[in-house]
Nanobody
Framework: QVQLVESGGGLVQAGGSLRLSCAAS????MGWFRQAPGKEREFVAG????????RYADSVKGGFTISRDNAKNTVNLQMNSLKPEDTAVYYC???????????????????WGQGTQVTVSS
């Protein structure tokens, strides 16, 4: 059973930074998604299992950076210059082992963490 555990959420003022981490029980192509109240869950960023490829939603390019440490089975999301519209529950997700393509649809990710709240105050 694949286990994903997020950490690092919290409350921050606009313009501030947060770093989210996702501890996984193996090495997978991973994605971060977020869901704001009343909205659909949306793709934020993804990274291939090797770490050689990354992909970002247009809304976070230049402000968020995804990285991974395969020795520790962790994937991180560094979020800088946060805005109130970044407020959401953030989820990490994993594709089935061996799939290297970074996809943006939630249906293509087989495993999900429990989510961590990020709140950005204005």
């Amino acid at each position: 059973q694949v286990q994903l555990v997020e950490s690092g959420g919290g409350l921050v003022q606009a313009g501030g930074s947060l770093r989210l981490s996702c501890a996984a029980s193996g090495i997978y192509t991973m994605g971060w998604f977020r869901q704001a109240p009343g909205k659909e869950r949306e793709f934020v960023a993804g990274i291939s299992y090797s770490g050689g490829s990354t992909r970002y939603a247009d809304s976070v390019k230049g402000g968020f950076t995804i990285s991974r440490d395969n020795a520790k089975n962790t994937v991180n999301l560094q979020m800088n210059s946060l805005k109130p519209e970044d407020t959401a529950v953030y989820y990490c997700a994993a594709r089935i082992k061996g799939l290297g393509l970074i996809t943006t649809t939630r249906q293509s990710y087989a495993y999900w963490g429990q989510g961590t709240q990020v709140t950005v105050s204005s």
